[in-house]
């Protein structure tokens, strides 16, 4: 599958970008190189090979390399208003967010 130009306009419109047509020939040259990596991953028989969460996995114990994701308490209010100095808004110390689900 090669990528055309109207594929690189369409994703620069896609991502609200505007590309000259020298970052359009250059954005299609780099594409239709990774696509053309992909095919060549795609192209490995890997029939009767079981996945892996992460590349690493068959190297060595992941699992042990991760910290547990648990939320810490601050430990001073100074440390607190710190922290939320950078944020739009607040209440009661936690950020305030736009709705994404009604």
Not at 7 to 18: G, H, K, P
Not at 44 to 70: C, F, K, N, W, Y
Not at 79 to 101: C, H, K, W, Y
Request: hydrophobic content about 45%; cysteine-free; overall charge negative.
């Amino acid at each position: 599958m090669a990528i055309t130009d109207q594929d690189v306009a369409r994703i620069a419109r896609l991502a609200r970008i505007e590309l000259s047509d020298q970052a359009s020939h250059r954005a299609i040259t780099e594409l239709n190189g990774i696509m053309g990596l992909i095919e060549q991953l795609q192209a490995v028989d890997t029939h009767g090979i079981e996945p892996m969460a992460h590349p690493l996995s068959a190297h060595q114990d992941i699992a042990l390399r991760l910290r547990p994701d648990a939320a810490a308490p601050t430990h001073s209010l100074a440390e607190r208003q710190a922290l939320m100095a950078n944020s739009p808004a607040e209440v009661d110390g936690l950020f305030v967010v736009p709705t994404v689900i009604e």
